[in-house]
């Protein structure tokens, strides 16, 4: 009987090691494991189980933006307006989740054909119709939440983007992250200080509740949030001082329906990320990891 059991953990932990490998071999640069235990706290219709009964697993991938893309959105906060495209491509809708897209359908083929029924769940914009990718990862042990609300790792702080395969294999879970603080409040509020529209208040917080931990980060006002994001400040139309989500539809009528470089919505999603462009977090770290050098 023992024979058996320790033979069955080591079949667990063989499975979780290919897993992780065949992952990493579809070029992402972050991959994590949570139990769906971790996810009985999400609203109902969210958790992973709404959308596979009798799921075990949730493997979620991170895949790293180029440096040389945020820096191109700082260009455009600058005034260079067209280097926005850059940054919507390379590091917003584009790219990272076709990436994405990709590595999550392969991962579910892999799985699927050692006889466990795998889900892979859409990344950008239409991820968020399904169960929240940050939660997730932050879930899967990758990171925590800075205060802006996104999940932050210890390699690249904010700056990846996430996607989730449900899976009902069962795989050896990650620890959730117990590392040095990533994110302090009491040294730092880049983020409040560089949202252009206030989304990002100083003090008022929500807390959720993965695992054993209890995560906290900002109560973001998502009009105001999707206001800077789709560009509405950029075309000088007058703005509400407390926008609703009617407002944001009105003001969205006026303007074109499809923007150069949007692809996945009729709106541009791409115009603002300044809170996770301007991020401390990880920054020195990924200079040195990867130009051997300090900015």
Not at 92 to 102: E, G, H, S, T
Not at 192 to 218: H, L, N
Not at 241 to 255: A, F, I, S, V
């Amino acid at each position: 009987m023992l024979f058996i059991k320790l033979g069955w953990k080591m079949g667990i932990k063989n499975l979780t090691h290919e897993v992780k490998e065949f992952a990493l071999q579809q070029d992402v640069d972050l991959v994590g494991i949570a139990d769906v235990e971790r996810f009985v706290n999400a609203p109902p219709g969210l958790r992973p189980t709404d959308f596979l009964p009798r799921a075990k697993s949730v493997i979620v991938l991170g895949f790293r933006l180029p440096l040389g893309a945020l820096e191109a959105a700082k260009r455009s906060y600058e005034g260079l307006r067209s280097a926005a495209q850059i940054y919507g491509v390379h590091a917003y809708q584009v790219v990272p989740n076709l990436r994405l897209l990709f590595a999550a359908n392969a991962l579910a083929r892999f799985l699927e054909k050692k006889g466990f029924i795998t889900m892979p769940l859409p990344s950008g914009p239409l991820g968020g119709l399904t169960i929240s990718h940050r939660h997730a990862a932050v879930a899967a042990g990758l990171g925590e939440f800075g205060w802006m609300g996104l999940a932050v790792t210890p390699q690249y702080g904010p700056r990846q983007r996430w996607v989730s395969v449900i899976t009902r294999a069962e795989l050896e879970p990650d620890p959730l992250y117990k590392g040095p603080k990533l994110c302090d409040r009491s040294k730092c509020s880049v983020c409040v200080k560089v949202c252009p529209t206030g989304a990002i208040p100083e003090g008022e917080s929500k807390r959720v509740v993965i695992g054993d931990r209890i995560f906290e980060y900002a109560k973001i006002n998502p009009a105001k949030c999707a206001i800077a994001c789709e560009g509405l400040r950029e075309f000088g139309i007058p703005l509400p001082e407390n926008p609703t989500w009617e407002d944001l539809e009105k003001l969205r009528q006026l303007l074109p329906r499809f923007p150069p470089g949007s692809l996945f919505t009729p709106y541009p999603t791409y115009f603002c990320g300044r809170c996770l462009i301007y991020c401390p977090i990880g920054e020195d770290k990924l200079l040195k990891e990867y130009f051997g050098r300090e900015e």
